[in-house]
């Protein structure tokens, strides 16, 4: 009987081609089909990258793919953009319970208040997303799909970005303490990550064409280490934060 395996991938950023990439990579490791890949924010939501890759070219993903927004996204478009392309990937909701095989999945896109460029409006995770998700009780939640991760942990900051505060989002402890989820995995910080705090383990993933994270039905977690070629992108897209 074949086990059902999860692909977790974060940081997209418009490099659509690296999901098929890792999945092909991953199924050729496991032997099997992967069930779904979960993307941890930072898609790339963004009209005319979307249009090309998915309209013009007509490519599609060789599996389901379901995700998170993370901050390098359209946001004023985000919900046009989600409902356009949802026969590409399924967006979920802040505060939304999704099932991975056996694992019930706490989602929470956004990410804490950078600056102006990184962190665009609508982005912030608020009050009200907190609420959203404290609505569950915590046994409907075995672990959390989180772009930005919460405060603390010791994620370290980025390069050249260390005049800001140490990573992560305050408002995001109170769902661990709430839930103590059993996972919690993360992207945003460009970083491997592993920690296990208080029963949890907090897993950061880094770019999505640096490697991915597998999550067996049994409850193993396995860490893979795999390149995939991309283009670097425009200098003037970096600087507005589009990738
Ligand atoms: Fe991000």
Known sequence: MNRETVLLISDIHTNYHVINAQIEHAEESCGQPISQVFVLGDFGFFGDELHDYFRRRQNSFLRPVFCIEGNHEDHGALQKLTAKYADVVSHLQRGAVHSLGPWKGLCMGGARYMDILSTPRGCEITADDIDACLAHSPDEVDLV?????????????????EYYDAPGEPLLDCLAEHFHPRWWFFGHHHRWFDLQKDGTRYMGLPQSWVGYVLLHDGGEVEIVHHAVPIESPSWWKRMLGLR
């Open 145 to 161: 799909l989180s772009h930005d991760c919460p405060k603390g942990l010791g994620v370290p900051g980025a390069l050249e970005l």
